[in-house]
């Protein structure tokens, strides 16, 4: 599998992952020989990339998926999408929203994410560079419910903990337009404009009337850091609300991982590296520490772009040396904590 530029050089080329339409319906299924008309139609999705296959894919294509059904995950996420932009450009306007509209929105994504194990995989086919902070809040959603569903939260707070991350960029919504969707690095007068976001946030929670104080509390908080010099109220690690940390977490990590108009995304394994560094001084351990069990665990079986541009499939992971795992590449097994001249660039779930 390589990941190419979508054009009409991709003419008659084959496609290496499934590409799902806006209602979660499978468009087109892993396998299908590019035509210009699939071309024409993906470029006019926005699409920018696309994952092209071998003869040897197309035989491991997966009969469930390719039978057309709805993948549970993708229609709640874009649907979630749709609800949560209609709810920022109510607050917009002034008008008042009630809880309602947001627990529709989780009781919908909460069954897909219990009962989806690589949900990364779902979050990266559905990524778009437009609609940025509207895709990103629902991803912090699908990602924080994971975290606290192997960090066995309760099922009831594990909703709370979802509404919490749907809304946590809800202050966002204030602030004008022109520096949120800015290419340019911001000035310190638009970055300290943005850092008011949390608290714009939790005076739109406030007026929700939301009948759990977490929400608020995870929506206000969640860009506080463990040494206490994080915003807005710099708080020390042990005032921060368990929901905040997982939240700040999943935050950190979508947004490291998400392909934006000014820079490229961020390599799993190098994200991965980045956030336990931060989890000195940032991120809360026992959250990260969750997380990148949990990212390691769906690692095997995924394919793997090295650095000499060779894509094989993770056959292992090395506990003590994980960005180097063992990899197959035709009949040759390459364990990478021994051959130190080649390694990962970037894993292709």
Known sequence: MEIMELSEQL?????GRNIYDDSGRLLLPKGTILQISHINQLLNMGYGKLAIGTETDADNINDNESSGEINPLTHAFTVAVDNLRDLMAKVSAGHLVGQGEVEETIELLFPGVMETNNILLNLQDLRRKDEYTLQHSVSVSVLSLKIGQLMRVPQHDLKMLGMAGILHDIGKCKISSAILNKNDSLTEEEFQEIKKHPVYGYEIVKNMKLNDPRIMLAVLQHHEHQDGRGY?????ASKIHLFSKIIAVADVFDAMTSERPYRGKMAL?????EILTSSVSHLNPQVVSKLRTYVLSICPGASAL??????????MMNTDEPSRPLIQIGDQFINLREQRDLWVKDIIM
């Open 269 to 273: 394994f190098k994200a991965m590296n």
């Open 11 to 15: 003419l008659n080329h084959q496609l």
């Open 232 to 236: 807005p109220l710099k708080l020390a």
């Open 306 to 315: 090295l650095n000499n541009g060779n894509i094989g499939k993770i056959i």
